[in-house]
């Protein structure tokens, strides 16, 4: 049976989802959390580090949205500021120096949209994500694993190989913005959501993602094992690329947006 875009859309929001940090602990080994964007704080929103998959030394990167009600408090709800891609920003450079591949779970509404983030530079903080990852010389794998908000979620999502999530979503608004920016009802979410092409098979369909992963056993440990072989078996072939090919691959994922599959 067939489910619409607005299901999908309450899917993709269920509390009950594996979160970032669910992916991080049962796929990697020997994680380091590291803290701070070096500049103002340590937003929480972000969470990241050092850690392993296989043999292999990776940076890992995720948007936060918390467990239970105290612990989304403290991850701002997974509403990044601007010292939250900031602190990403400076885990890939380092990245980019020790030669780590970098992997980003994207689990977002949207940047946080406080006067304090504006204050602060929020869309600077954005907008360098996308000019810096872009030319970030080492791999790049971003997964959207429940909501791809605007470019809150496109700050991390700059990469060689993005995937979603079947149920997850990804799209420039919320339904519900979309409904009261172009009807003046939110009532109209679900229409919205239909317009806006936000699901996994739209984004693949319109070449913004290059895969869709299926959800069957979600959050089993067979299915963060899977995944995580996965996930090693691509960054070893990006990383067989020279750093020219890398560079290009990830410049013509772009290009290609908007283009119909062949």
Request: with cysteine; net charge negative.
């Amino acid at each position: 049976m067939s489910i619409t875009a607005y299901e999908r859309v309450r899917t993709a929001r269920d509390n009950k989802r594996p979160t970032a940090v669910n992916y991080i602990r049962n796929m990697f080994l020997d994680f380091i959390e590291m803290h701070g964007d070096r500049s103002f704080a340590d937003d929480r929103a972000i969470v990241g580090g050092i850690a392993r998959i296989g043999d292999m030394p990776v940076t890992v990167i995720g948007i936060e949205k918390g467990q239970n009600t105290k612990d989304r408090i403290l991850h701002s709800f997974g509403a990044p500021n601007p010292e939250g891609y900031r602190k990403a920003l400076r885990l890939m450079k380092q990245a980019e120096k020790f030669h780590r591949p970098v992997i980003c779970f994207v689990d977002t509404s949207g940047a946080y949209c406080g006067i304090g983030a504006e204050e602060r530079g929020q869309g600077e903080a954005i907008a360098k994500n996308l000019m810096e990852m872009m030319t970030l010389k080492t791999p790049i794998i971003s997964l959207v694993i429940g909501e791809g908000g605007s470019g809150g979620a496109l700050a991390l999502a700059v990469a060689n190989k993005v995937w979603m999530m079947e149920n997850a979503i990804y799209s420039v608004i919320s339904p519900e913005g979309c409904a009261s920016i172009l009807w003046k009802d939110a009532k109209r979410a679900e229409e919205a959501a239909d317009v806006l092409k936000l699901t996994a098979q739209d984004s693949l369909e319109n070449g913004i993602i290059d895969e869709v992963i299926s959800e069957e056993n979600l959050g089993t440990e067979a299915f963060f094992y899977s995944l995580r072989d996965k996930i090693e078996s691509e960054l070893r072939e990006l990383s067989a690329l020279t750093m020219e090919e890398l560079l290009e691959q990830r410049y013509q994922h772009f290009r290609k947006i908007g283009r119909p599959l062949a």
